[in-house]
């Protein structure tokens, strides 16, 4: 069987593209980004998503604009770097994996702040290219460790698109799965629709559908009634932050599943790396929740189903507290009914 993702980012010729996510399953597009101005657009606007993958497009949106502004003088490249840290920094609040690519980019850049713009440039490209492999390793570690996890022949429900598409490759709840089947198991995956952006039926079933991987779509709203048959054995989501306390903001929805899997006995995981863990949040009351348009909700692309003029609440993400979470799953193991002592003890620096 296949399971090999596909390439959500990749560099070419002084560009980052990256797969416009919002096209998918109709079309199969790259959308090159050659300043941080790019790079940020394609972040707010959902040609690119998922915490890891906006981790490593924020990393080479520093890279792009440090080659952009390479050939101007020391202080023309201070000022515009430090516009492009703020440009995309602002670009979506809630995947903590932004704000820690960029502090990591900004690291590099200080500690070479005597160098030439255009040595720096180099440097800043080199890091993202890092973050990138970095991601990758990082997802086959946690994936290898969540595998233990699944039984031969495992129904496994997702929420959202926590995938190849979601990371730089391989992905984390998805990563998990593809572990599972390269070490031979039988898994079978059960796929939400993710209203009301549909990633899972635009993305989740497209990836597994292209990597061969057995995939059920289901509305958001039959979960339950699918446990309740005894139809699923677990269910693994991503994360876009895990705050100190074990609490986990995922896409909208992932409070109910993980609420419906504490009533029917079913383990409900989190893959997420290290990155994904911010120890600076205390709980997932101190998250912010974006919200966004409220056309997402009243329709999609051309077609509009709800009346003109209605009121539209569209929060984009949830929080499932620490005590629904069976266990998080990261390159650093498996921890089990994750709590502050645990998670202090293994990520705080």
């Known amino acids: 069987m296949n399971t090999d993702p596909v390439e959500t980012l990749r560099w070419r010729e002084g560009a980052i593209e990256m797969i416009d996510q ?111 492999a970095e991601d990758i390793r990082v997802n086959r570690t946690l994936g290898a460790h969540g595998a233990l996890l699944l039984a031969d022949g495992a129904r496994v429900l997702t929420h959202c698109n926590a995938g190849a598409l979601a990371a730089a490759g391989h992905g984390t709840a998805l990563g998990v799965i593809r572990s599972a089947i390269e070490a031979g198991k039988r898994i079978s995956v059960i796929a939400n629709e993710t209203r009301p952006f549909l990633q899972g039926a635009r993305l989740t079933a497209w990836e597994l559908r292209e990597s061969n991987i057995p995939v059920t779509l289901i509305t958001d709203g039959m979960s339950g009634h699918l446990m309740a048959r005894g139809s699923i054995d677990a269910v693994i989501v991503g994360a876009d932050r895990v705050a100190a306390n074990g609490d986990v903001a995922n896409k909208i929805g992932t409070y109910m599943v ?42 999609y692309g051309d077609t509009r189903w709800a009346p003109d003029d209605i009121e539209v609440f569209n929060p984009a993400f949830d929080v499932t507290p620490a005590e629904l979470v069976s266990a998080l799953i990261t390159e650093k193991g498996v921890i089990h009914a994750p709590d502050p002592t645990q998670l202090k003890a293994t990520f705080q620096s």
């Open 22 to 132: 919002r096209l998918l399953p109709a079309r199969f597009v790259y959308v090159a980004c050659h300043s941080a101005l790019d790079v940020a657009a394609a972040i707010r606007d959902m040609v690119i998503r998922g915490a890891p993958a906006i981790g490593c497009a924020a990393a080479y949106g520093i890279g792009v604009e440090a080659l952009r502004l390479g050939h101007q003088g020391e202080m023309p490249f201070a000022r515009g770097m430090d516009a492009a840290f703020e440009v995309l920094a602002a670009s979506r609040p809630t995947a903590v994996n932004l704000s820690w690519a960029l502090a990591r980019m900004k690291r590099v850049m200080q500690a070479c702040a005597s160098r030439h713009p255009q040595d720096v440039a180099d440097l800043l490209i080199a890091s993202a290219h890092e973050i990138r």
């Open 258 to 299: 993980a609420t419906m899997a504490r009533r029917h006995g079913i383990p409900f995981y989190v893959a997420c790396p290290s990155s994904t863990i911010d120890m600076s949040t205390r709980s997932g009351a101190d998250i912010p929740i974006e919200e966004r348009s409220p056309h997402e909700v009243t329709g």
